[in-house]
């Protein structure tokens, strides 16, 4: 993984926070379950899904921490292809 660093040019310090703190990924096992439906448009299509994500706490017989909360989205678009 490639090294991050800061740098900040001249400022009135007392004005602003500046966060320092490193880096750190967060790379854990979640569970993704999805539905979609798509419409066919004259000029492109209409698209929409659910998708719910929730955190994997258990590998094998071992518990896991895991910081990923589980959550809900929603889409709604117009997909246009580029032919």
């Known amino acids: 993984m490639a ?3 800061s740098q900040y040019g001249n400022f009135e310090e007392t004005l602003y926070s500046v966060y320092t ?3 750190e990924p967060m790379t854990q ?3 993704d379950l999805g539905v979609g439906v798509e419409k066919e448009l004259g000029f492109g299509y209409l ?3 659910l998708k719910f994500n ?3 706490n258990k590998q094998g017989d071992q518990i896991v ?3 990923i909360p589980a959550s809900i989205s929603f889409n ?3 997909r246009i292809p580029f032919d």
């Open 21 to 23: 703190s490193e880096f």
């Open 76 to 78: 709604f678009g117009v």
């Open 3 to 5: 090294s991050i660093s």
């Open 29 to 31: 096992l979640t569970i």
């Open 47 to 49: 698209f929409s899904g």
């Open 54 to 56: 929730l955190p994997a």
């Open 65 to 67: 921490t895991v910081n």
